[in-house]
């Protein structure tokens, strides 16, 4: 499978972008849901920044990275 299709960057952060998105419109239009949505925002984006950490660290060569967040050396 070509790389752009294996990496879930784009996955984590369109579902951030749409729990931001659905907490804007529950807040503007005052319905309960709001924290729920406010909820998924904050954990989605402390998740992409915990995802991008560990890529990071795996890009580097660290030890203590988490494997197969990047390709394999060709």
């Known amino acids: 499978m ?3 299709w294996t990496d879930p ?3 984590i952060g369109g579902g ?3 729990f931001a998105a659905a907490a804007v419109a529950a807040t503007v239009a005052e319905w309960s849901i709001a924290p729920t949505a406010w909820a998924g925002t904050a954990l989605g ?6 995802f991008a950490l560990q890529r990071r660290a795996a890009r ?3 030890r ?3 494997k ?3 390709p394999p050396p060709v």
């Open 60 to 62: 580097h060569g660290r």
């Open 45 to 50: 984006a402390l998740g992409f920044g915990l």
């Open 9 to 11: 960057a784009p996955v």
């Open 2 to 4: 070509p790389a752009r």
């Open 64 to 66: 203590t990275a988490q």
């Open 68 to 70: 197969g967040l990047v």
């Open 16 to 18: 951030t972008v749409a």
